[in-house]
């Protein structure tokens, strides 16, 4: 299984970014997918989560300004971040609860990260 993150990049502060990260190989189900972020000399942190049944919860740092998604057809997750601040530059990373046998307990999986970059 493999997660490949993509959409970051250098912005404005008061724009807006869409993260993406789709989720491929042998795949029976997906429980939780999660978007993290790590900033220059800080430990990652949780930014959003969602349920395989559709319900968000985001860190307090990110409410109002940030929307997570998923298209369980195509195995993505989606993160679209709005009025973004320069303390919101960070790599960001994804991460999904995936069972990949019905016999076998789903384990974590992460993608490789993309950065984001928010100039004042």
């Known amino acids: 299984v493999q997660l490949q993150a993509s959409g970051g990049g250098l912005v404005q502060a008061g724009g807006s970014l869409r993260l993406s990260c789709a989720a491929s190989?042998?795949?029976?189900?997906?429980?939780?997918m999660r978007w993290y972020r790590q900033a220059p000399g800080k430990e990652r942190e949780l930014v959003a989560t969602i349920t395989s049944g559709g319900d968000p919860n985001y860190a307090d740092s990110v409410k109002g300004r940030f929307t997570i998604s998923r298209d369980n057809a195509t195995n993505t997750v989606y993160l679209q971040m709005n009025r973004l601040e320069p303390e919101d530059t960070a790599v960001y990373y994804c991460?999904?609860?995936?069972?990949?046998?019905?016999?076998?307990?789903?384990?974590?999986?992460w993608g490789q990260g993309t950065l984001v970059t928010v100039s004042s």
């Open positions: 190989g042998t795949i029976v189900s997906i429980n939780a």
């Open positions: 991460n999904a609860r995936i069972r990949v046998r019905l016999w076998r307990e789903a384990n974590d999986y």
